[in-house]
């Protein structure tokens, strides 16, 4: 069964960073195309980055410069250093994965998901 879990969101000022982690587990993580999505309240689903089995990296314009996405396959875990955070950057944040298609606007789509970690960036 697949399972993910994330961990490191929080409450930080404008300007500050945050690392957000993934670990993955019932399924072989190196295989498959992971990504984060973010939900606010009373928002859609917005994709924010990807990365493929091979590294490479997808990400939304909004983050493109800030946000870093990798992945461990060792270890098994994602991960996404966030850098320079605004307000709009606060929501629930997703780690994802699927093994069909990639990339960082399919991310909402993908087929496995955890419970979400909230980012709070206040002004």
């Known amino acids: 069964q697949v399972q993910l879990v994330e961990s490191g969101g929080g409450s930080v000022q404008a300007g500050g960073s945050l690392r957000l982690s993934c670990a993955a587990s019932g399924y072989t993580a190196s295989s498959y195309c992971m990504g984060w999505f973010r939900q606010a309240r009373g928002k859609e689903r917005e994709g924010v980055a990807a990365i493929t089995s091979t590294g490479y990296t997808m990400y939304a314009d909004s983050v493109k410069g800030r946000f870093t996405i990798s992945r461990d396959n060792a270890k098994s875990t994602l991960y996404l250093q966030m850098n320079s955070l605004q307000p709009e950057d606060t929501s629930m944040y997703y780690c994802?994965?699927?093994?069909?298609?990639?990339?960082?606007?399919?991310?909402?789509?993908?087929?496995?998901y955890g419970q979400g970690t909230q980012v709070t960036v206040s002004s």
């Open positions: 994802a994965a699927d093994a069909r298609f990639c990339g960082w606007h399919l991310v909402p789509q993908f087929a496995y």
